[in-house]
């Protein structure tokens, strides 16, 4: 299970997810569509796994390669 909190416009919200690649489209979508968005996944014990990247529309998983979006 995997957790996406993405932050637009001053208002949170999170969303879960089954799996990492439902997480992952979550995340690069919601910042791809708003500019000022941020957002970020989490896996089941809180670390962040995945945060996109809009001006590079990629991320770094934790093993530290790119991830593109």
């Not at 690069?28 to 500019?35: E, G, L």
């Given at each position: 299970?995997?957790?996406v909190?993405?932050?637009?416009d001053?208002?949170?919200?999170?969303?879960?997810?089954e799996?990492?690649?439902?997480?992952?489209r979550?995340?690069?979508?919601?910042?791809?569509n708003?500019p000022?968005a941020?957002?970020e996944?989490?896996d089941d014990?809180?670390?962040?796994?995945?945060?996109?990247d809009?001006k590079?529309?990629?991320?770094?998983?934790?093993?530290?390669?790119p991830l593109?979006c």
């Amino acid at each position: 299970m995997y957790r996406v909190n993405v932050v637009e416009d001053g208002t949170s919200k999170m969303f879960s997810c089954e799996t990492f690649d439902d997480a992952h489209r979550i995340a690069c979508v919601a910042v791809k569509n708003d500019p000022g968005a941020y957002a970020e996944v989490t896996d089941d014990e809180g670390h962040v796994v995945f945060i996109p990247d809009r001006k590079l529309q990629t991320a770094k998983k934790p093993s530290g390669l790119p991830l593109p979006c």
